[in-house]
Nanobody
Framework: VQLVESGGGLVQAGGSLRLSCAAS????????IGWFRQAPGKEREGISWISSSDGSTDYADSLKGRITISRDNTKNAVYLQMNSLKPEDTAVYYC????????????????WGQGTQVTVSS
């Protein structure tokens, strides 16, 4: 099982980034994919998930309206579009594969990527 994040980088406040999560080594269609982030000195937090089949999604309240999650099962990929970025969005962003429905709680995810750094300058 492998999950590889990409698309992070340095962006000015107000800018946008599109993160990608490429999956391999498992039946991608059977798993929900979640996005998490961890800022320095803070706990990892769930920010979004998308279900395995019906496309259900959920977002952390603090980010609703600024992020959009999507998946392409033909490419075994999940994307996270982030807009109106703020300096407080600076963190390492991770994708993870878990139970079919999805959750913002990390306990439900068994496979994790290595993360991609997002830095938002003021």
């Amino acid at each position: 099982v492998q999950l590889v994040e990409s698309g992070g980088g340095l962006v000015q406040a107000g800018g946008s980034l599109r993160l990608s999560c490429a999956a391999s080594g498992f039946t991608f269609d059977d798993y929900a994919i979640g996005w998490f982030r961890q800022a320095p000195g803070k706990e990892r937090e769930g920010i979004s998930w998308i279900s395995s089949s019906d496309g259900s999604t959920d977002y952390a309240d603090s980010l609703k309206g600024r992020i959009t999650i999507s998946r392409d099962n033909t490419k075994n990929a999940v994307y996270l579009q982030m807009n109106s970025l703020k300096p407080e969005d600076t963190a390492v962003y991770y994708c993870a594969a878990g139970v079919s429905h999805g959750s913002l709680a990390s306990i439900w995810y068994s496979n994790w990527g290595q993360g991609t750094q997002v830095t938002v300058s003021s």
